[in-house]
């Protein structure tokens, strides 16, 4: 943690509107992208940030340093998400357009090739898999968490981290191989049945 | 090492987050275990399409 920081967390703990302003505004993009990345949509995503900043925002007088701020405030909106989203969601399709796809090359068929895969990756990521493993990999794929940054974050031990990260990847990974993912085979077909318990 | 102990220690291989030992005796293995090599292209491949999504603005 940088003495900067340091010193805006000290200032917003005693009271200063300016410095838990600023604090939060650092990270305000990030949590956006992290709860986009959980739940697929920017409105909820929106929600959910807002919701974590005004609490963060509310409880920053707590904060006691064991972990990074960022750490500290994504906990705070991860188990907002998990109230949320507790029960049963209904199994809706992604609308392509709302894919972004990253590096265009102009070339019109790996255009739609790349939509393809990307909304597979997206797809299975929020319908298929499990909500454990949908977190783990969004910190640490998505969110480039160290693996003891996940721990903190989650409650876990670096060793049930690294287990459920490796269950996680792989559940991943033979998803998008039995949906026949293009990334994996040149056959695209979603498999997909039903509803994943979020 | 044997298959399933590699099997077991690719993420974090792929993560490289393995001591140096570690990831030289699989490293070494994959050289030569071909069914093990393509599990870890596998797992190579969804860890980059994943970091390949963009961010919101």
């Not at chain 1, 199994?91 to 357009?97: G, K, P, Q, V």
Request: charged share 30%; with cysteine; hydrophobic share 35%.
């Amino acid at each position: 943690m940088s003495t900067l920081e340091v010193e805006l967390i000290e200032r917003a703990k005693q009271g200063s509107h300016e410095a838990i302003s600023e604090l939060l505004s650092k990270e305000q993009n990030f949590i956006l992208n992290f709860m986009y990345q959980l739940t697929g949509n920017r409105a909820e995503a929106e929600d959910l940030t807002q919701e974590a900043l005004i609490m963060a925002y509310r409880k920053i007088h707590t904060f006691r340093y064991k972990a990074r701020f960022r750490t500290w405030l994504s906990k705070i909106a991860l188990n907002l998400f998990r109230q949320k989203y507790r029960q049963k969601r209904r199994h809706d399709s992604l609308i392509l357009e709302e894919i972004m796809i990253p590096g265009e090359d102009g070339n019109p068929e790996r255009k739609v090739i790349k939509r393809e895969i990307q909304w597979c990756i997206i797809h299975t990521l929020q319908y298929h898999l499990p909500k454990k493993y949908r977190v783990v990999i969004v910190l640490r794929d998505l969110q480039n968490f160290s693996y003891k940054e996940i721990s903190e974050t989650l409650g876990w031990s670096i060793s049930k981290t690294k287990t459920m990260l490796h269950r996680a990847r792989q559940f991943f990974r033979s998803s998008l191989i039995n949906a026949k993912c293009k990334a994996f085979t040149d056959d695209y077909c979603c498999t997909c049945e039903g509803a994943q318990n979020l | 090492m044997k298959c399933k102990k590699v099997i077991s220690l690719l993420t974090e291989y792929c993560d490289d987050e393995l001591s140096q030992k570690i990831r030289a005796a699989v490293k070494q293995h994959l050289d030569q275990c071909e069914e093990c090599r393509t599990k870890h292209q596998e797992c190579d491949k969804g860890i980059k399409l994943l970091k390949k999504l963009k961010p919101l603005d």
